[in-house]
């Protein structure tokens, strides 16, 4: 991965890292909150030899000393020095555990003894610092003095006495918070990159990229209100979601231009990725460039089309392919743009077969004399066979991958069952795109107000998706028209 990749995935998992970092902030408030207060006390002893000699038995005797400290500093935590003071002052201790709670240093090339003591009060503190201080003075003298009885010639004299502290040394609240901080932060940083190593969902177009060389024919924002008002017409005209129906319709047809063939097949590799709405979205989009098109519901197992617009469901292209009817007798027309849908029929126990059929072939044929372009909904390419099937009959394919929707793994499988069948991959369609982070997906357009617009009649009839929409579109006159002129065309 690389910064830029690093930068993306920060900004995909902020939440998660903002979590993070807020929850270690808040563990080591609570531990400072929780934790026992402590009390550090010091005392300092100055270690010198009782000598009157030449000035150079002083400089000897000086380094004797500096020798001998160190030697002081680990008497001051033995029981010799530490049984005096747990007698004196009346401790509830071994001299093993006094050790664990005191501690003694010099610093390098002095003959300064440090001693302090750890306690929850610090008056206590306090007593057991001085109290080791004073123990280890009597000590080192006994453990110094001659034999013969003379005075020791080492002296140890305390320059800075005991005092009992007033604020504690632990827990050290300022500290705490900061290792708390740093600790969830990075902790955060480190669960972003590992998930993102193991999520293996397709978010964005870099995502896409990344794993495909198929062209983006564009992306659709994810809309929470798609689900109640599927259609483009449902939708202002200078929304985002409209623009990027445009801007797929005009990439569309630059990626088809090289195609003899009319009929494109929109699919999927799961289903819930949209490939219903955007097949439909795309023909009222063609349709309103002023493109004859007509919109063919071939998912015979799953039909939506019919549902989406209001439609006759059950006699379409099922009754075409058993020969129960003409094609020209089953096509609706819907809105008052050049748009005709042929539904799915009833659902037979065969669709494969039956898309797989000559039948199929011929009728594909007949719809492209007649119009500009031939859109087709296919099942989801993973679960059946239907759209592979299918793909050998269109001149090109349009993929929808749904954001969060599909593993890489799904979309490897999808262009290699296409590219088995040797289908022409016209392009993707991202779809679900969220509408924020660093995988947003939006376009720039003119602000609009949507109570100020007008609503197109197409607009008006869209809103009714009940059986009453197909009497409404067959009154339309210039639909009604349009459709004679086709039927009329027919052999």
């Given at each position: ?137 009597t000590v080192v003298g006994d453990l110094e003095r001659p034999d013969s009885g ?163 469901g059950m006699a379409g292209l099922t009754t075409a392919l058993i020969g129960d ?64 099937v299918l793909a050998q009959k269109v001149g090109g394919v349009v993929l929808v ?91």
């Amino acid at each position: 991965m690389n910064l830029k990749e690093y930068g993306r995935v920060l900004r995909r998992n902020w939440v998660v890292i903002t979590a993070c970092t807020l929850l270690g902030l808040l563990a080591a408030a609570a531990f400072s909150m929780l934790a026992k207060p402590t009390y550090s006390a010091q005392t300092q002893l100055f270690v010198a030899i009782q000598s009157a000699g030449s000035v150079a038995e002083l400089q000897q005797g000086n380094s004797f000393t500096q020798a001998r400290v160190l030697s002081y500093v680990e008497t001051a935590r033995t029981p010799l020095v530490l049984q005096p003071v747990i007698d004196s002052l009346g401790l509830q201790e071994t001299p093993a555990e006094l050790a664990s709670s005191v501690s003694a240093g010099a610093d390098l090339n002095t003959v300064l003894i440090t001693i302090a003591a750890v306690n929850s009060s610090p008056v206590q503190a306090a007593a057991v610092a001085q109290a080791v201080a004073d123990s280890l003075i009597t000590v080192v003298g006994d453990l110094e003095r001659p034999d013969s009885g003379a005075p020791s010639p080492i002296k140890l004299s305390m320059v800075t006495p005991a005092v009992a502290p007033t604020s504690p040394v632990s827990p050290n609240i300022e500290l705490n918070l900061l290792i708390g901080l740093l600790g969830g932060l990075i902790g955060g940083i480190v669960f972003a990159v590992l998930r993102e190593a193991l999520d293996t969902k397709i978010r964005g177009e870099a995502d896409f990229v990344e794993y495909s060389k198929a062209p983006v024919l564009g992306g659709i924002a994810y809309d929470p209100h798609a689900a109640k008002k599927p259609l483009l017409t449902q939708t202002a005209p200078q929304s985002p979601r409209a623009e990027s129906f445009r801007q797929i319709r005009t990439n569309f047809q630059f990626a088809n231009i090289s195609s003899k063939s009319k009929t494109v097949l929109v699919t999927s590799s799961l289903p819930g990725e949209g490939k219903s709405t955007t097949a439909t979205n795309l023909a009222m989009a063609m349709a309103q460039a002023g493109q004859r098109v007509v919109l063919v519901e071939a998912d015979l197992r799953r039909p939506m089309v019919a549902s989406y617009l209001g439609l006759e469901g059950m006699a379409g292209l099922t009754t075409a392919l058993i020969g129960d009817a003409r094609v020209v007798d089953l096509l609706q027309p819907w809105g008052e743009d050049e748009l005709f849908v042929l539904t799915s029929g009833r659902i037979p126990p065969n669709p494969s077969e039956l898309l797989a059929s000559e039948a199929m072939s011929r009728l594909i044929l007949e719809l492209e004399n007649t119009f500009d372009a031939v859109i087709i909904d296919a099942p989801s390419l993973l679960p059946v066979t239907d759209a592979a099937v299918l793909a050998q009959k269109v001149g090109g394919v349009v993929l929808v991958v749904g954001a969060g929707k599909i593993k890489t793994q799904d979309l490897e499988k999808s262009i290699a069952s296409l590219g088995l069948v040797e289908a022409n991959l016209l392009g993707v369609v991202l779809n679900l795109l969220p509408t924020k982070g660093p995988d947003a997906y939006a376009y720039s357009h003119y602000s609009y107000n949507s109570n100020t617009i007008a609503k197109r009649p197409s607009e008006r009839t869209a809103k009714s998706i009940t059986g009453s929409h197909m009497r409404t579109a067959r009154r339309s006159a210039k639909a009604e028209s349009d459709y004679d002129t086709i039927i009329g065309s027919q052999p």
